[in-house]
């Protein structure tokens, strides 16, 4: 197979590796379905193909890498080379992220999204995603049928 990638992504790729064991998206998984929540994973009807869905809460979560989506955190930094190619790459990105959250949100889904830095640690993940299931369950409140024109 052709490897097509730029040095940039290549060494990106690498950097990646060390945490192939689990990826975050899985560790969120894991942590749902351990309090008996129950989803789908990558729905690809969905705009921006969601990686959790949880059609019960009509909630739909993103977790998303720092890098790819531009998070505002610290960890974000435009590569020093080639930024021809990484500026419209990561900026078609974020420009796509925000229309699929529109289309999601006008289909009625409610949005959650775990950045990777917020699972960087262990102590920080175990925070994030206790978090997201109480974001989660505050869904079902009754005030969530009144807003569906
Ligand atoms: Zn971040």
């Keep these: 197979m052709a490897d097509n990638h730029t040095p940039e992504e290549r060494s990106y790729n690498m950097s990646r590796i060390r945490s192939k064991d ?5 560790k969120v998984r894991k942590y749902l379905f351990s309090l008996g929540f129950r989803y789908r994973k990558n729905v ?3 705009p921006g193909c969601p990686d959790i869905v949880l059609p019960k809460y009509k ?8 890098f790819w989506h531009m998070h505002d955190c610290g960890r974000f930094h435009w590569p020093t080379s080639n930024q021809e190619y ?5 900026e ?16 009625g889904w409610d949005i959650l999204t775990v950045w990777e830095c917020e699972l960087s640690t262990k102590e920080k993940r175990e925070h994030r ?12 409140e009754p005030n969530s049928l009144t807003n569906n024109a």
């Excluded at 995603?129 to 079902?140: F, P």
């Design 22 to 26: 689990t990826k975050p998206e899985e």
């Design 44 to 46: 690809r009807k969905l």
């Design 59 to 66: 909630t739909v979560i993103f977790v998303q890498g720092c």
């Design 86 to 90: 990484w500026k419209p790459k990561i």
């Design 92 to 107: 078609r990105n974020v420009e796509r992220d925000k229309k699929n959250m529109e289309l999601l949100r006008s289909m």
């Design 129 to 140: 995603l206790k978090r997201l299931a109480a974001e989660i369950k505050k869904k079902t």
